[in-house]
């Protein structure tokens, strides 16, 4: 971290390090004259011995000025700690299980057990078209503790109304009917995509202002079909690396197209979806200083001052640089806006499944992250960038890592066995926030206590102790 200030203009100053082996960017941020920006980054380095620290600027007339600067090194055994300390505080919780005989004495001696219903936490996978009509990919699917899902294409534009006037939402309302037959949220994805590459033909023969009607209608067509069933949405998707509506429409469309979306359903958190901003730190068009520059644009239109604003963190990693992933968070999460990890992938390579793993412990363990999404819909052609399982659904490398963290984030459909209650019939657990079932055998009771249900949530900050859930046997 550093303080930094310029002469003259607003530019993006990085901070750079010069190793043995090169030159390593470690964060931007866009600086100003006459008062001080917070830079703040990270990096991971696989040599030894000295370097120089470095802050660049491609404006040649200003001057930058640093101040307060703050390296704090660690090993990976520290980073990982640090992880299951975080994720012990803000994902889990402590209770008390009291156990009771039918008049009301303690049982000592009870062996508790446990079973998840459901993670609090919304931990999912995206699906497509595919899983409807395969029962082996559905059997899959359904088998993972998966709490939230989000359709790979079947809800965006040029799928719902690939000829101009046609709307066709069939394949969207199966798979969200899949949703809810499997207990699934869905996110809304995406609402406008701001890429020409992925705009439909006939748009692009339009006028500015037919586009513009054409704009509203699409807006005012997917969110009112599909509001009260999905819990967010991609409002726009990408209008940090590409402008194709502002280009045709105006520097205002984000603006406009938020305003509309917040009328139609501002129920429901409206998200700006992007990538690298978290995963790159060369790309400067979407860096945390532009990401929130770009929000902050939005909310400055005309009636947008008070709508549910939420960021949208892609997280397509090639080689994952998670100091700078953790220091990019941070910084957007002083915004004040909800975060989520929407489209989790890895590119395919040695150290595909680890990397994966590490993006995801890092996901989870960050306080202001508040759900994350693989994306790994499977398609017989081949997955976006990575697949969970082969084309027989056994699991690839990549799978075993997504059930290995379920299963230790308390998401296994296995029971587990906590222990033995006290000589006062109390057993002390920390569990990760969730829906369970509690199951207890004690020796000299005959019948055994049917299944009763648990909720651990997050404590309040003025509760001082575990709550205590009282079971009867």
Not at 362 to 383: L, M, Q, T
Request: glycine share 6%.
């Amino acid at each position: 971290a550093a303080w930094v200030q310029v002469s003259q203009g607003n530019p993006s100053v990085a901070a750079v390090f010069k190793t043995s082996s090169g030159y390593v960017e470690a964060g931007t941020v866009i600086a100003k004259p006459g008062c001080w920006s917070m830079l703040k980054g990270g990096l991971t380095l696989e040599t030894s011995g000295e370097a120089s620290l470095f802050f660049q600027t491609q404006n040649s007339t200003a001057d930058v000025m640093v101040d307060s600067i703050s390296l704090q090194p660690f090993t990976p055994e520290e980073w990982k700690s640090h992880q299951d300390q975080t994720m012990d505080k803000v994902r889990k919780a402590k209770v008390r299980i009291q156990v009771v005989d039918k008049l009301g004495n303690s049982l000592p001696k009870a062996t508790v057990s446990v079973q998840q219903n459901a993670l609090t936490f919304p931990l999912g996978c995206a699906i497509n078209k595919n899983i409807l009509t395969n029962a082996a990919y559905e059997k899959w699917f359904a088998s993972r503790a998966f709490r939230v899902t989000t359709f790979e294409d079947e809800m965006k534009w040029y799928s719902t109304e690939p000829t101009r006037g046609h709307e066709d939402y069939s394949a969207a309302d199966a798979l969200l009917e899949f949703a809810k037959q499997h207990k699934l949220a869905v996110r809304g994805h995406n609402v406008l995509w701001d890429d020409p590459t992925y705009q439909q033909g006939w748009l692009n023969s339009l006028t500015p202002q037919q586009l513009s009607v054409a704009v509203d209608n699409r807006i005012h067509s997917v969110m009112s079909k599909y509001k009260g069933q999905v819990i967010a949405w991609d409002v726009m998707n990408e209008n940090l690396h590409f402008s194709y509506f502002e280009t045709k429409l105006g520097p205002n469309a984000s603006g406009h197209a938020y305003n509309l979306a917040s009328t139609t359903d501002g129920t429901i958190p409206l998200f700006m979806n992007e990538y690298n901003t978290i995963e790159e730190v060369t790309d400067p068009m979407s860096t945390p200083a532009k990401y929130l520059h770009k929000l902050r644009e939005i909310q400055a239109y005309s009636g947008n001052a008070d709508i549910k604003m939420a960021i949208g963190l892609e997280s397509h990693f090639v080689t994952p640089n998670i100091p700078y992933m953790r220091a990019s968070i941070d910084i957007l999460a002083a915004a004040g806006f909800p975060i989520w990890l929407t489209e989790v992938d890895v590119k395919q390579g040695p150290k595909q499944a680890s990397y994966l793993e590490e993006v995801l412990r890092e996901g989870f363990s960050h306080p202001e992250v508040e759900g994350i999404v693989v994306w790994g819909a499977w398609n017989p052609k081949g997955c976006y960038r990575m697949c969970l399982t082969d084309n027989n659904f056994n699991n690839l490398a990549t799978g075993d890592v997504v059930d290995r963290l379920l299963h230790e984030w308390g998401g296994s459909k296995e029971p587990l066995v906590l222990g033995e209650t006290d000589e006062n019939g109390f057993l002390e657990a920390s569990l990760f926030h969730g829906d369970y079932n509690v199951t207890i055998v004690h020796p000299g009771v005959n019948s055994l206590a049917l299944p009763q249900r648990m909720i651990v949530a997050p404590v309040t900050p003025t509760q001082a102790q575990p709550s205590v859930v009282k079971v009867t046997i």
